[in-house]
């Protein structure tokens, strides 16, 4: 049985920063693409943050990229990403996704497998 579970999510001011962590089970983060999603109410999910199965090459969004780092502890079988030079528009809930099901867009909700279930991030002005 496979279990995502996020962690360090908060509130935070403009210009902090934040680590978030997915403590995964049940499968080998060295093995699968691990990626990191958001959603704020009312929008879709985006992805924002990949890690390709093997660790050596990470892909970004362009509305995180230069400011969000992902990475992986394969000793601790988690996932990171650091959250730097927060905005208030960075507020949402961050999901960690597993496995990827095909060969579509790695920043698609549809692509992944297995879900945690999300740790809030909340950036005031």
């Known amino acids: 049985q496979v279990q995502l579970v996020e962690s360090g999510g908060g509130s935070v001011q403009a210009g902090g920063s934040l680590r978030l962590s997915c403590s995964a089970s049940?499968?080998?983060?060295?093995?699968?693409?691990m990626a990191w999603f958001r959603q704020a109410p009312g929008k879709e999910r985006e992805g924002i943050a990949l890690?390709?199965?093997?660790?050596?090459?990470?892909m970004y969004a362009d509305s995180v990229k230069g400011r969000f780092t992902a990475s992986g502890d394969t000793a601790k079988n988690t996932v990171y990403l650091l959250l730097n030079s927060l905005k208030p528009e960075d507020t949402a809930m961050y999901y960690c996704?597993?496995?990827?099901?095909?060969?579509?867009?790695?920043?698609?909700?549809?692509?992944?497998?297995?879900w945690g279930q999300g740790t809030q991030v909340t950036v005031s002005s």
């Open positions: 996704a597993a496995s990827r099901l095909g060969a579509g867009s790695w920043y698609s909700q549809y692509e992944y497998k297995y």
């Open positions: 049940g499968l080998t983060i060295s093995r699968n693409s």
């Open positions: 890690i390709y199965s093997g660790g050596d090459r990470t």
